[in-house]
């Protein structure tokens, strides 16, 4: 591309603003009838109003306001257009103008278009425009000033094979000191290069998204910060802080509000995949190395402002605001000093209804502040949007507002910050050393960024043998940094040391350099007594990252998202087996053997279920699920019938019975009479589907009417509940609503009510695996379950007990792109839906379908393709349990952590 471009000339600008005076033409046809309601407010001191709408603007994202209050906005027409969309073929950026301060433009111009993928707006201390686009950052100029862009520059240019805009270039942000920082996606682990417009560029492969920064003129690129998702919104705050906004994993949450430092690890990698699951990887500071979150945000956070630069009142300086498109709101973080950095508390500050998708966030310097509104759920252009500004009440008492780019006076922690990251002496080893025992992630983060200079290596190296573990693991991680030659001898003795984390980190590095050298040296790591089970999931990892698969895999530079990686069941069922290891890596061995090879290590789980230790044991009875044999089935019965086994263990038998051998569930009526009650009501449970069997359906009677008769208490309670359910699911045979002696919830608000807190996990364990209520068909929880949706091994961390009880009664509200459904008809009239299609040659779609396989449609079958309007997890699912089922299974995804 030449450094200048002339876009498109001024007759063309001339005929396009005669296209935008007809555009109500056609994008009319998209505005809704009814006139648009906005937002609600928490805060009865602001107000917010709606400034521009369709079809003034239309998929309006970036949004960036100069200093002479004119509002920029970037208005998207190529994101992922949909077939026949009737709009321009190139983004273009809007010019607003309020001359009169009533809240509504006077003025609407063009100031540039034929853009292409445009994500994001600022503009630089010195007044010029910036736009980000997946694949390049230009800057544009108005050398003339009438309002119309006559050439551009390009100043980063993105190679990469992946072609998803929101894993490419997306933020960016300007320092008073003569950087720019760009804010760059995870490109679905694709390798890429970032070419600045000198020689300079960072370059890399699997480690997912980075922040890099740059002249103004896009030299002397450089690598800041690594380990995020996508990160969305850039803001420095009033102390000099880099802040940001994390967008999430698929199955790793919440999204993240991060204060960014040079030289931070911010934990994901690309390469291990895209859940953020994998023991490699961290999200807040969990993983040694890693940073924290400031706070834990919404789905899909987008823009990020400092309240300072808006005239709010005064409580809410030192307080950002995010936009927080999948829930419609604007949240409000109140920080607070932690160690040299922050943490936060957050509130909804504006709430709104499905139609409020807040994107980027700008205020101008009166200090109004302008949100853009994509305003529908569906990714593709719809020809709909809107700006909203929000502002104190005239009455209000305000702050003035600060200008954007005024000198920031940074706190003494960041002057600390600074100060560690400068020592390149031999002489500043005894401070920085002292830094790694700190308790502060940052300080101890500046520590090891300098001691990776040459200067410290040898002090490191016998620091590797230090008494206090800290100083240890403060060691290895900053050789780890520094790309030590020749890292074995030292990993071997590593592998061996007594403390815990010093051994997982000793395993990855291990793993990441994938030194097979040390493959024999890898069970030292897993033989003394601490073990965790995350070191165990590390080791499996390394063990897999060493095998010529995966070597070779990433001597291919395939994307992380394309390695198969499971354990090896053969190491796993060895493990389990050997009876020399400790009893914990044993029962963490036998949970990975995967449901297919029950059979083939049959006789292993019979003699496991002999076992003293009650781990092993429970863990046995739940992989002869998944054996098809006779024998399995015979053991599980005896073993639920046993009066002298553990309570959970009888329980997980008649689990463990409705998969292995439906055929035989009648003989668990004697246990409709057992004195245990975790084992009567996983009986009832398992007894629904016979309900209407003529033997099944008298036993279940007689015990409806003797409890009714004899049993008080919440025990009783929860076991007349059970068999209503089974017996009478639709108000039957007399037996309505009204006449229930349990009444279920009709409406989202009364399930709340009696969801809100409560359930036994280990109950809500065997109803996620049941197949009644079908979670696991499609979710994975620590390795069991389907591929289709979200793994949800650590959702507990992240997710309120509300938002995944909503998840569950109203499952189309919010669908993560990731998991959009697509359907596929073809010509002879059949229907198939699932998840990601992939077009192939030929006009051919691949499908992943519900059971996780991929089918292929040739092109000359297809009828017609699209997305589905609704989530592929059925509605209805709370109709498949009891009240306390529900509750149970809320409980244990609350467990999940």
């Known amino acids: 591309m030449d450094d200048s471009i002339s876009p498109s000339g001024s007759d063309h600008l001339r005929l396009l603003h005669i296209l935008i005076a007809l555009l109500p033409l056609t994008f009319g046809l998209w505005r809704a009838s009814a006139e648009i309601q906005p937002p609600s407010v928490t805060d009865p001191r602001l107000q917010l109003g709606l400034f521009a709408s369709e079809p003034d603007i239309v998929t309006p994202i970036g949004l960036a306001v100069d200093q002479r209050n004119r509002i920029f906005v970037l208005e998207s027409h190529t994101h992922t257009p949909p077939k026949g969309y009737p709009g321009p073929t190139a983004d273009r950026i809007k010019i607003f103008i309020d001359d009169d301060q009533d809240g509504k433009p006077d ?74 920082y760009v804010g760059r996606g995870n490109t679905a682990g694709h390798e890429y290069a970032i070419q600045g417009s000198d020689a300079s560029a960072v370059r890399g492969y699997g480690d997912g998204g980075n922040i890099i920064r740059c002249r103004p003129d896009g030299s002397r690129v450089e690598l800041l910060a690594t380990g995020f ?8 705050d009033f102390a000099g802080r880099l802040l940001c906004v994390d967008n999430d994993p698929d199955s790793r949450g919440p999204n993240r ?32 190395g890693t940073l924290p979150m400031i706070g834990g945000v919404g789905e899909a956070p987008s823009g990020l402002l400092d309240c300072s630069r808006g005239a709010l009142p005064e409580d809410y300086q030192g307080n950002l605001l995010v936009t927080v498109w999948g829930e419609h709101t604007i949240t409000r973080f109140r920080t607070m000093p932690s160690g040299i950095s922050l943490r936060a508390t957050n509130e909804i500050l504006v709430r709104g209804s499905r139609t409020f998708r807040p994107v980027a966030i700008d205020a101008d310097q009166r200090g109004n502040i302008y949100v853009t509104d994509w305003v529908e759920r569906e990714y593709p252009n719809h020809g709909k949007g809107r700006i909203w500004r929000l502002a104190a009440k005239s009455e209000t008492n305000r702050t003035p507002p600060r200008p954007r780019f005024r000198v920031p006076v940074p706190t003494v922690g960041l002057q600390t910050f600074n100060a560690l990251l400068q020592k390149n002496s031999a002489q500043d080893y005894a401070s920085l050393r002292s830094g790694l025992t700190n308790g502060d992630p940052f300080i101890r983060t500046a520590v090891m960024t300098a001691l990776t200079r040459p200067a410290f290596r040898a002090a490191l190296l016998h620091d590797l043998e230090a008494s206090d573990p800290r100083v240890r693991l403060g060691a290895l991680l900053a050789l780890r940094r520094a790309k030590q030659e020749n890292p074995a001898p030292l990993l071997k003795r590593l592998l061996r040391d007594p403390d815990a984390q ?64 499971r ?69 599980l019965l005896q073993l639920s019938r046993d009066g002298k086994q553990p309570s959970e263990l009888r329980a997980e038998s008649v689990l463990a019975l409705t998969r292995n051998a439906p055929e035989r569930l009648k003989d668990l009526v ?25 033997m099944v359906r008298e036993a279940l009677s007689s015990r409806y009417r003797r409890i009714q008769a004899e049993s008080s208490g919440s025990d009783a309670r929860r076991l007349i509940e059970q068999l209503e359910f089974a017996l009478f699911p639709d108000g039957s045979e007399g037996h309505s609503e009204d006449t229930r002696i349990h009444h279920r919830p009709s409406s989202p608000v009364d399930w709340r009510a009696v969801l809100a807190g409560g359930g036994d996990p280990a109950s809500g364990r065997r109803v996620f695996f049941s197949a009644f209520a079908s979670c696991a068909q499609c979710h994975q929880v620590q390795g069991h379950g389907g591929l289709i949706g979200p793994d949800l091994s650590v959702i507990g961390s992240f997710q309120s007990r509300e938002r995944m009880m909503l998840s569950i009664l109203r499952p189309s509200d919010e669908i993560s792109p990731l998991y959009q459904g697509w359907f596929i008809e073809t010509k002879e009239g059949e229907s198939h839906s699932g998840l990601q299609l992939h077009h192939k040659p030929a006009g051919a779609i691949d499908l992943i379908v519900l059971n996780g396989t991929t089918i292929r449609f040739p092109g000359d079958q ?13 509605d209805g699912l709370e109709n498949t349990m009891t009240v306390h089922d529900f509750l149970d299974l809320l409980a244990f995804l609350e467990s999940l952590k």
């Open 567 to 635: 354990a090896d069941p053969k190491l796993v069922a060895a493990i389990a087996q050997d009876a020399s290891r400790p009893t914990v890596v044993r029962a963490l061995a036998l949970a990975k053997l995967e449901p297919e090879s029950s059979d083939e290590h049959f006789e292993l789980l019979t003699s496991l279920v002999r076992e003293n230790d009650s781990r092993l044991r429970l863990e046995a009875v739940r992989s002869l699920a998944g054996s098809g044999r006779a024998e399995a089935s015979v053991l």
């Open 107 to 180: 003025k609407t111009s063009v100031f540039a278009d034929d853009i292409r993928e445009g994500m994001n707006l600022a503009f630089s201390p010195e007044g010029k425009l910036y736009v980000v686009c997946s694949r390049e950052v230009l800057t544009l100029e108005d050398q003339d000033d009438n309002g119309v862009s006559e050439s551009r520059t390009q100043i980063l240019r993105l190679a990469t094979a992946e072609r998803y805009a929101h894993n490419s270039f997306l933020s960016i942000a300007f320092s008073q000191d003569g950087w720019t």
């Open 502 to 565: 010093v051994r997982r980190m000793a395993l990855i590095w291990t793993g990441e350099e994938t030194l097979t050298s040390l493959r024999g040296d890898l069970d030292q790591a897993i033989s003394t007594a601490e073990i965790t089970p995350n070191l165990f999931e590390t080791y499996l990892s390394t063990v897999q990252n060493l095998s010529p698969e995966v070597i070779k895999a990433y001597e291919r530079k395939v994307r992380g998202n394309d390695i198969r990686r």
């Open 257 to 288: 509000l991060l204060h960014i430092v040079q030289g931070g690890d911010y934990g994901y990698k690309s390469l291990y995949g895209g859940s953020g699951l994998h023991p490699y990887q961290g999200w807040d500071g969990e993983l040694p």
């Open 229 to 236: 998702w996508n990160p969305f919104g850039l803001e420095f």
């Open 670 to 694: 004697p246990l409709l009479n057992d004195s245990d009650t975790a084992v009567q009501i996983e009986a009832i449970r398992a007894l629904r589907p016979l309900a209407r069997n003529e």
């Open 862 to 874: 297809i009828a017609d393709y699209g997305m589905l309007n609704s989530s592929l997890m059925p």
